[in-house]
């Protein structure tokens, strides 16, 4: 089983930037796919972006296209999320997790790390 840490959340203005990070433990890690999500206060988990075992397909709720890149290092076991043009909207708690099947069903499992707080203010 993959465990996750994530880091790099902060607070920012809107139109900023913040680059999270997830480093995973365990052997198998670039044998899932591995996503974002992020859950504001009072609303419910909700997807972000996505990437293949090997980092050559990602996949991106509509509400962060343009703006946001997931990107992925195999050798070093991490998962980045770099996040450009932040919105208000935005704030929330990020979190990486593990896929089952493909980046499109985007289905998470195992346990959720602690997450990383995004703050973006206006």
């Known amino acids: 089983q993959v465990q996750l840490v994530e880091s790099g959340g902060g607070s920012v203005q809107a139109g900023g930037s913040l680059r999270l990070s997830c480093a995973a433990s365990?052997?198998?890690?670039?044998?899932?796919?591995m996503g974002w999500f992020r859950q504001a206060l009072g609303k419910e988990r909700e997807f972000v972006a996505a990437?293949?075992?090997?980092?050559?397909?990602?996949y991106y709720a509509d509400f962060v296209k343009g703006r946001f890149t997931i990107s992925r290092d195999n050798a070093k076991n991490t998962v980045a999320l770099q996040m450009n043009s932040l919105k208000p909207e935005d704030t929330a708690v990020y979190y990486c997790?593990?896929?089952?099947?493909?980046?499109?069903?985007?289905?998470?499992?195992?346990?959720w790390g602690q997450g990383t707080q995004v703050t973006v203010s206006s």
């Open positions: 990437i293949n075992t090997w980092g050559g397909s990602t």
């Open positions: 365990g052997r198998t890690f670039n044998s899932y796919a």
């Open positions: 997790a593990a896929l089952k099947g493909n980046i499109w069903t985007h289905i998470p499992f195992g346990s």
